[in-house]
């Protein structure tokens, strides 16, 4: 059975840092690229951050590009997403996701506010 278990949101002040996990199980993890997502209130989700099944390749959306790092942990079945310069408009719901299997954990809220 996949199970992703998103962790590592919270509240956050504008310019500040968070670390997101995502601990995977049920599938055979180091083969499968994995995405981070995120949905904020009353908009469609869309894709943040993305990284080859080696971590050799990364690619990230422009509205995050150069404060978000993505990584992973292939002996730990666990993918990251370091988020730095953190924005309100940053405050969503974040997701991860391997690719090419429809699956979804339960997200872990990230909010960004003074």
């Known amino acids: 059975q996949v199970q992703l278990v998103e962790s590592g949101g919270g509240l956050v002040q504008p310019g500040g840092s968070l670390r997101l996990s995502c601990a995977a199980s049920g599938f055979t993890f180091r083969i499968y690229a994995m995405s981070w997502y995120r949905q904020a209130p009353g908009k469609e989700r869309e894709l943040v951050a993305t990284i080859t099944s080696a971590g050799g390749r990364t690619n990230y959306a422009d509205s995050v590009k150069g404060r978000f790092t993505i990584s992973r942990d292939n002996a730990k079945n666990t993918v990251y997403l370091q988020m730095n310069s953190l924005k309100p408009e940053d405050t969503a719901v974040y997701y991860c996701?391997?690719?090419?299997?429809?699956?979804w954990g339960q997200g872990t809220l990230v909010t960004v506010s003074s």
């Open positions: 996701k391997p690719g090419g299997l429809e699956v």
